[in-house]
């Protein structure tokens, strides 16, 4: 009898599956497609070594340099003209010598001679408006770029430098070994270039009425480059679009403006009473105690009358910041401020908002609220946020700086607003509050890997966005359920990944070479994060591992591999074969279901089954017998049963060929018998997400791992015995699997209109 059990089992296997043997031969020609894709990423990741270890985590040799800066800034608002003098304070952490260090002067790129306007391919319209002809052909381009006047050591010698575009090489009058700090000094000016007309993540607006500039600024200063176990001195070109590399350091700033103007930045504001009136000071002790509402610093009123004027007095604010990778400061005399707190663990941060009466009233409502909303849900999914502040500044654009980052989103001229600006607004100023963790915290590499601080955070984004509507419910306008998140959620990415393969680029490509920027960057790594945690590893296993990346690199600069190691080291998830199809290639996920066959048991053989039979030398009445729906002998079973549902189960067939105490571990019946093949047209592998509906018109799913796809990428089929009738099979049934190609994925087919037919009825209508 056990001789039988295991006959019983093999002829089931193979009778079950008329592609048995087609499939093996399959599996055969295929197996080297298949073995890539399940292919561990030893070849793609650097070894680990004593700097970043196999697990993801800093090493036990881990090092990172610290640039600390002392600066004196000046505007001059009549000329729009930036002066500095900085004093770089570097400390070499490496092993390594230094013979020479590398500033980054990223303003260059608006220089005259910079050649980011030469690297883009342009053509002549037939038709062009006037104001853009003026600008292409009639107009000098803006002179922009650092005028350095000086390079000295701190005893004022001149250092020898030379500039090559936007980066600087200093040289050091003596080798800076391990453990040294060298101090030097750059004098600087530049003209601020306007950003609504000429563009750039810095700059100002000019408003015309009253002669007035908002301005933001950033890249302002020569900064230190990183040099690091990874690239050495990552001394990549600023062309415009590739963000940057910055070292973590200690700043202490003393910007001096017009002493009418209102001014925020990265830091502390060392010296609050100087600059403060006292209204300001009684105000500001009111926002800390201040946690539902944020309270006005600066009101409309006294800002609207503040911009009529012009003070020829100067004011200094002081900032000093501790361990930031940068720098960045608003500053108008056209500015409203408000300010709340928010509790975060044991401690108060406070969410801040800088914006014109412009911004109105979308800003004095949501920005704040926006910040602290950020601040909550971030420091939920990876640490507290350590900084003591977060500031929200209305500028047309969306660009982040520690502690302060410039967001759109304005009413019209009357203060009305669509949803379309709202709710730009909200998610733009949540998603740059939220690059303080990525990478303003967690020190990614931006001009390298753009994904690796934009997906990372665009991801974050959309949980932030999330709970925003739950805790403020009143910013949703009444059709809207949930927060309408424009990238997340996985049908959302669709459009893109299953485009046209010649504009498309793997993720892992640096910012300045990808297509669709925007879908490569951002929407497709947080997609696929948002797969991860939905589908691949569920909720628990992915926000442990996304909160151990983000506590072990916080304040530390990780690369790629240090992402996708921590990813797998800490939830036993093996996510190669994800990372390489989702991260190294552009193939997108279609799966269908190419095949549902139905089996009929019966003990009465067809020839087929006879010759099987005879093929394994066993009696025919000692088998049991599946046979396909249309196939010989079919018709024949269910007439002996009567209908369908008085088939005999297969327990009653081979009941017989078991002793009582065997029979008694037989505790299902099952009554249908299906073989359902899926085929993978897509190139990516991918869980299949099978939904079963049945006759009484229950469901039930049913997820096959992606491990199915490991010995044949093509089709593979799964032997389905049910004890009730299934009508229909759904693949997918949720879109959480980014499938391109859907019309394949329900049995039987579902019939929709063509869209000739809808065109038709339009027509008739
Ligand atoms: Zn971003």
């Given at each position: 009898m056990k001789i039988f059990k295991f006959f019983l089992c093999a002829l089931l296997l193979t009778s079950f599956s008329t592609y048995a043997q087609d499939d093996e031969k399959a599996e055969r020609q295929q197996g080297h497609t298949n073995e890539n894709k399940f292919k561990q990423l030893y070849e793609e990741f650097s070894t680990p070594n004593v700097f970043r270890t196999g697990s993801g985590a800093p090493g036990p040799g881990y090092y990172q340099q610290q640039a600390d800066y002392k600066m004196d800034i000046e505007i001059d608002d009549d000329n729009a003209k930036l002066h500095g003098d900085e004093t770089i304070t570097y400390t070499n952490n490496s092993p390594d010598d230094l013979n020479y260090l590398w500033v980054q002067l990223d303003q260059n790129m608006r220089a005259r001679d910079s050649k980011t306007p030469l690297i883009s391919s342009s053509g002549i319209s037939p038709a062009t408006v006037s104001s853009r002809a003026v600008k292409s052909y009639l107009k000098e381009s803006f002179d922009g770029g650092f005028n350095i006047e000086h390079v000295k050591d701190v005893s004022g010698k001149d250092l020898p430098h030379t500039i090559n575009r936007t980066m600087m090489r200093v040289e050091l009058p003596k080798v800076l070994k391990s453990g040294e700090k060298f101090s030097f000094q750059i004098k600087w000016w530049y003209n601020i270039n306007d950003h609504v007309k000429d563009g750039g993540r810095s700059g100002y607006e000019y408003f015309e009425e009253n002669d007035n500039r908002i301005y933001v600024m950033a890249q302002f200063y020569p900064r230190m480059a990183v040099y690091n176990d990874v690239e050495g001195w990552q001394n990549s070109q600023f062309w415009g679009r590739d963000e940057f590399a910055l070292p973590f350091g200690n700043f202490d700033v003393n910007i001096t403006v017009?002493?009418?103007?209102?001014?925020?930045?990265?830091?502390?504001?060392?010296?609050r009473e100087d600059v403060f009136t006292k209204d300001m000071m009684k105000r500001f002790n009111k926002a800390k105690k201040s946690y539902d509402e944020p309270v006005m610093i600066v009101t409309q009123a006294e800002a609207e009358i503040t911009e009529k004027s012009k003070s020829k007095k100067k004011k200094t604010w002081k900032l000093s910041a501790q361990m930031v990778r940068d720098f960045g400061f608003a500053t108008s005399r056209k500015f409203l401020w408000d300010m709340m707190a928010v509790k975060l663990g044991e401690k108060d941060v406070m969410a801040v908002s800088l914006y014109s009466k412009e911004g109105n009233p979308l800003w004095e409502q949501w920005s704040t609220k926006s910040v602290a909303s950020t601040l909550r849900t971030y420091s939920r999914m990876t640490f507290d946020y350590p900084y003591h502040k977060a500031i929200s500044v209305h500028a047309p654009m969306g660009m982040e700086y520690p502690m302060i980052c410039y967001n759109f989103g304005r009413p019209d001229k009357d203060g009305n607003y669509s949803d379309r600006t709202k709710y730009g607004m909200i998610s733009v100023i949540i998603h740059e509050v939220g690059h303080n963790w990525f990478p303003m915290i967690v020190n990614s590499d931006e001009r390298q890997w753009t994904w690796m601080d934009e997906g990372l955070n665009t991801f974050s984004q959309y949980i932030a966005e999330q709970d925003f509507a739950e805790w403020y419910p009143a910013a949703l306008s009444p059709s809207d359920k949930a927060y309408p998140s424009r990238r997340g959620p996985a049908k959302?990415?669709?459009?893109?990944?299953g485009g046209n393969q010649d504009f498309i680029a793997p993720i892992m490509t640096k910012g300045l070479n990808t297509y669709q920027f925007g879908n490569n960057a951002y929407g497709k790594p947080a997609t696929a994060l948002n797969i991860l945690r939905e589908t691949i590893m569920g909720h628990d296993l992915f926000d442990y591992s996304f909160k151990e990346y983000a506590n072990r690199w916080k304040f530390k600069h990780p690369t790629p591999e240090d992402f996708f190691r921590t990813m797998e080291d800490a939830s036993a998830v093996d996510l190669d074969w994800f990372w390489r199809g989702w991260f190294y290639t552009t193939d997108y996920t279609d799966i269908g279901i190419k095949e549902v066959k139905r089996f009929a048991v019966t003990g009465t053989p067809n020839d087929n089954g006879k010759r099987l039979a005879e093929q394994y030398n066993r009696d025919p009445s000692s088998l049991v017998y599946f046979i396909e729906e249309g196939a010989e002998g079919y018709d024949d079973a269910i007439k002996s049963a009567g209908t369908i549902d008085n088939l005999p189960t297969v327990k009653e067939y081979i009941m017989?060929?078991?002793?009582?105490?065997?029979?008694?571990?037989?505790?299902?019946a099952p009554q249908y018998f299906y073989e359902v093949t899926f085929e993978k047209p897509g190139g990516l592998v991918m869980p299949i997400i099978v939904e079963f509906t049945y006759a009484d018109g229950t469901k039930k799913r049913e997820t096959y791992p992606v491990q199915i796809w490991r010995l044949?990428?093509?089709q593979v089929s799964k032997a389905i015995a049910s004890d009730k009738e299934i009508i229909s099979i759904a693949l997918d049934p949720d879109l959480e699997t980014a499938d391109v190609d859907t019309t394949n994925n329900a049995w039987p087919k579902?019939?929709?209109?063509?869209?000739?037919?809808?065109?038709?009825?339009?027509?008739?209508?």
């Open positions: 017009p002493a009418d103007h209102i001014l925020d930045g990265t830091g502390y504001l060392v010296n959302n990415i669709v459009r893109y990944m017989d060929n078991f002793s009582p105490k065997e029979q008694k571990e037989f505790k299902t044949n990428d093509k579902e019939v929709k209109d063509s869209d000739f037919d809808k065109f038709k009825s339009k027509v008739r209508d």
